[in-house]
């Protein structure tokens, strides 16, 4: 197991930068497995045993003459524990999108009044909103659309008073779809942006 | 040892490819020996060298079946084709009357043994044999445990492989790839046929985009376990794992530069997803591409002098190419409105990307001297293509059959296999260059 302490000290000078969140490793343990031996593959001459014509060869040569370890096993397992918060249950936390769009609908407007003010009230709060897309299309390109949507959420929480230090605008791409299933119904449900609390 | 003659070797490929050319595409029924490493190769190339391999003298005490990890390896690279075994009882020691394997079609052929020795380890020996010219090509002896008897395996291949073509194999090189099973994402470094998989790392939240650095020792991905994409650097052997990118908004797509030394990855610091410059030593990012647009899925050029990358800035998804330093961007894709997940050659020839052709989305090829594209797949959910160390090969992910799967497949699409792995989701596959 590492302490936090000793993550910290493995991690660069990002990790001092203001824009690094130590709450987001606070509640994840990293377990680090025992490092499986490196058995490096040594190539030695083949023997002449049967006294045929075969010839004697040397090591090294382009059979690839690889002695480093890396190539064998040398993988050592990691594993991330989650962690959850609780969110407040009164409030409505998902906006629902159109297909390739980023406009907010009207029918939100409720929804992100009612967090605005929830934000006001309690200026310790922090509210992350998450952006997502269906499942159509490439995961990299479809995190760059959801971070889109996020955006479209943030600029809305903006002019309703929400001070940029208490959100922040990130995306999951098509990777936490809140439906499964691969139709209109599943894919509508899947493009939204979800506030929540951290 | 012995010399060898390699344009011998390409007149005879030559003569070899206009003999074959008639066959018409087809798919080959899963056969007993490949079965059992669940590698399916369908189709028949354009260009092959018939070849044989002998079972193993003593292969039975060990847990592997060399000669079918060899035959496999050779076969999914779409340049050899199997010719079954005229003769038995053979090993490397052996100096086998040729005549027989002539009359089969055999052009090479592979013989050896397995040893077990004292301590507990094998010896696994080897010769190739070139059959038309009756010369021995060569042999070598790998001492190795348990554990690494499937690299050995793949050596051999990569020997044979090697002899044969004149270009260096990828047989004993890793690939990296993501499954799901459940809510638990694990990230798997394997050997290049999917097997031997190994955990890198197991999260509750997703991981996706890994990509190797440069000697390949390092992965760099994208975590979401902070609940936020964040960019780490992961050193396989131990495991110990360094940030990467972490900044306000979403860190994606990283990839290495060919020196190693720094990273291009897609930050939104702006807002909207753009691409920058990130040192490996987490130095401050310069920021690459200056739109409202969404600019990602940056990679460098192999020669590290210009950085392909997709953009909506013409209205629709498209791949561009601009200086490594930003500025001068080029278009390079004009058919259809969705064009991703661009994947250099090592050798600089080819790009390959994903296409959205009447909806379906299928692994494409671009010839960058002459611009000519391809359709390389006839499946419709094809993901993120990764090049062979040696170019001569692509995997990328896909769904076969209702299942999601990772494919390799030879440039020209002639020979397809499905790779082995866990089961599951699996998907996120990137090929690790060549081993020092």
């Known amino acids: ?198 | 040892m012995t010399r060898f003659d390699p344009k011998a070797q390409t007149r005879r490929r030559q003569l070899l490819g206009a003999a074959v050319a008639s066959i018409p595409l087809m798919v080959w029924p899963a056969r007993d020996a490949l079965a059992q490493f669940r590698v399916e190769v369908s189709g028949v190339g354009l260009t092959q060298f018939p070849f044989s391999v002998v079972g193993f003298r003593g292969n039975d005490a060990a847990s592997e079946d060399i000669a079918a990890i060899v035959r496999a390896d050779l076969e999914r690279s779409g340049q050899f084709r199997f010719v079954p075994a005229a003769t038995g009882g053979l090993d490397e020691t052996s100096r086998p009357d040729l005549a027989p394997w002539r009359d089969k079609g055999a052009d090479s052929l592979v013989t050896g043994s397995v040893t077990r020795l004292a301590d507990g380890r094998f010896d696994v020996r080897f010769r190739l044999w070139d059959v038309v010219r009756g010369q021995d090509l060569g042999g070598l002896s790998y001492p190795v445990t348990q554990q690494t008897l499937r690299l050995a395996a793949h050596r051999i291949a990569d020997y044979a492989y090697e002899k044969l073509t004149g270009e260096k194999g990828v047989f004993s090189t890793r690939i990296a790839y993501v499954t799901k099973a459940g809510t638990r994402y694990t990230l798997w470094v394997a050997d290049a046929d999917g097997e031997g998989a190994r955990s890198a790392l197991s999260s509750p939240e997703p991981i996706i985009s890994p990509n190797w650095a440069p000697g390949g020792a390092q992965l760099a991905y994208v975590s979401f376990e902070a609940r936020k994409p964040v960019i780490y650097a992961h050193d396989v052997a131990s495991g110990k794992r360094r940030l990467l990118a972490n900044f306000r908004g979403s860190n994606s797509a990283p990839a290495w530069s060919p020196d190693g030394r720094q990273l291009v990855a897609t930050l939104s610091l702006s807002g909207n997803a753009q691409i920058y410059l990130v040192g490996a030593d987490g130095a401050e990012p310069k920021r690459l591409t200056q739109t409202s647009s969404i600019d990602t899925e940056p990679v460098f050029s192999p020669d590290g002098k210009s950085i392909y990358f997709v953009s909506d800035r013409g209205g629709s998804p498209q791949i561009y190419r601009m200086d490594a330093g930003g500025g001068n961007v080029k278009r390079l894709t004009f058919n259809g409105n969705y064009n991703i997940s661009p994947a250099p050659s090592p050798d600089g020839r080819w790009l390959a990307f994903i296409s959205r052709v009447n909806g379906a989305f299928r692994l494409h090829l671009l010839e960058l001297s002459t611009g000519t594209v391809s359709a390389i797949s006839e499946t419709s959910a094809d993901e993120r293509p990764s090049f062979a160390p040696n170019s001569r090969m692509i995997i990328y992910a896909t769904r076969d059959k209702g299942q999601d799967a990772l494919m390799t497949t030879s440039l020209d699409g002639r020979i397809k296999s499905r790779l082995a792995g866990a089961q599951g989701d699996i998907r996120e596959p990137a090929w690790g260059p060549f081993q020092r």
């Open chain 1, 1 to 198: 197991m590492l302490s936090l302490c000793q993550i910290k000290t493995c991690l660069p000078a990002i990790l001092r930068s203001r824009e690094f969140k130590l709450r987001a490793l606070l509640g994840a343990s990293v377990l680090a497995l025992a490092a499986c031996t490196n058995v490096p593959l040594e190539e030695v001459a083949v023997q002449d045993r049967a006294g045929t014509s075969v010839s004697t060869l040397q090591p090294g040569n382009a059979a690839g003459g690889s002695t480093s370890g890396a190539a064998g096993g040398g993988v050592a397992g990691v594993e991330v524990a989650g962690s959850d918060k609780a969110q407040p249950g009164a409030l409505n936390r998902v906006v629902f999108f159109d297909f390739d769009s980023f406009e907010i609908r009207p029918e939100f407007a409720s929804v992100l009044e009612a967090n605005a003010k929830y934000l006001a009230a309690d200026g310790s709060r922090r509210l992350a909103l998450e952006g997502h897309t269906d499942e159509r299309g490439g995961r990299e390109y479809n995190l760059a659309l959801g971070q889109k949507r996020a955006e479209a959420v943030r600029r809305a929480m903006s002019l309703l008073g929400v001070r940029d230090a208490q959100m922040e605008a990130v995306s999951f791409g098509e990777e936490k779809p809140s439906l499964g299933g691969f139709d209109e119904a599943a894919f509508a449900k899947n493009r939204r942006v979800e506030l929540t609390y951290r």
